[in-house]
């Protein structure tokens, strides 16, 4: 601001009092017309910070006020230091941290059984085509795998039946019981572990971790399935959905287990391939590491895990765990 020094006082009072009070648009005149010498030199003097306006078109704002809301907006281009992946579904997006280093020190991890510690959906998808096909159910034509994943996949029997069978739940309930029947008969010859699980049984057995295995299917398929792979002995304790008050995915068997084995969820992650699955986890207040062996990835992503895998061999869990052990 142009203005000139004066030796008077009294007009130096005048002149910030006018500044302060008079309409913005005459003080623009009088800056325009009226300029005061002292000995002929221009000087320029700044107002008082309380003076001073921003001359914006549609706003006057003291300009200290816009810098404190300044300060308050969140810096957009702020980083995490730490690994990220983000699935997206449509237009949306999931964005998760791909670390478990806040678990340290690590006490504890919960295994799901079923597609979990072997790939074992093809076989139950299998049991329920044929058996489903031989009844006439969908007027003879097999479920797809689509269909496979949306009704049957990672759930309770119970509500497996009521879905298919929802005027005879009865029925529903002894068409899962022949069902499972047919799966043990199966499942001792063709169980396969997934990929890298005995790399992370090893990873655990070293550092003394707790685990147990928490899952939705009968007590006799998975005792079937962990002796079939040979983890009785890994393993500490069995929680199965149906004898908690609810199955997953309600949080009820995650908690149990955290229970048993007497470990807290804040030093506890899970392993998981179902949506209900990883929603147990999840409403239990661990995190999940989503395992992507059949079921799609942007459902699965949808329940929040905190980052997916393919298997066990998977580079992000390494990188995870390999933070974690730092911690």
């Not at 008077?8 to 005149?29: G, L, P, R, V």
């Not at 074992?120 to 329920?128: A, G, K, N, T, V």
């Amino acid at each position: 601001m142009l203005c000139t020094y004066s030796s008077s006082y009294a007009y130096k009072y005048y002149f910030f009092f006018f500044m302060k009070h008079i309409n913005i648009t005459y003080y623009s005149m009088f800056l325009k017309k009226k300029f005061l010498f002292h000995n002929s030199i221009p000087i320029f003097l700044s107002p008082p910070p309380s003076l001073r306006f921003d001359l914006h078109p549609t706003q006057q704002v003291p300009i200290s006020q816009k810098q404190v809301l300044a300060k308050k907006k969140p810096s957009i281009s702020s980083t995490s230091t730490h690994q990220t992946m983000t699935a997206s579904v449509g237009e949306n997006s999931v964005e998760s941290k791909t670390t478990l280093a806040e678990l340290a020190p690590l006490q504890a991890v919960l295994f799901d059984i079923d597609g979990t510690i072997c790939d074992s959906d093809p076989l139950h998808h299998h049991c329920f085509r044929e058996m489903l096909q031989e009844i006439g159910f969908n007027g003879g034509v097999p479920i797809t795998e689509e269909f496979f994943v949306d009704h049957i996949a990672g759930k309770h029997n119970d509500d497996i039946a009521e879905s298919l069978f929802p005027d005879d739940i009865q029925r529903g309930l002894k068409f899962v019981d022949d069902k499972e029947a047919m799966f043990r008969r199966l499942a001792s010859e063709q169980l396969k572990p997934v990929n890298g699980l005995y790399k992370v049984k090893k990873w655990i057995e070293d550092r003394g971790i707790k685990r147990a295995a928490v899952t939705n299917a009968p007590k006799a398929n998975a005792e079937l399935m962990i002796s079939s792979l040979g983890l009785s002995d890994f393993f500490e304790a069995l929680i199965v959905g149906s004898e908690c008050e609810h199955a997953k995915p309600h949080p009820d068997p995650y908690l149990k287990a955290l229970e048993i084995i007497n470990v807290s969820k804040d030093h506890t992650f899970v392993f998981e391939d179902s949506v209900s699955g990883i929603k147990a986890g999840v409403a239990a207040g661990m995190p999940v590491v989503g395992i992507a062996t059949r079921n799609p990835e942007h459902l699965l992503m949808e329940a929040k895990p905190v980052f997916l895998i393919k298997d066990y061999e998977d580079p992000k869990l390494w990188a995870a765990l390999e933070e974690l052990d730092k911690k």
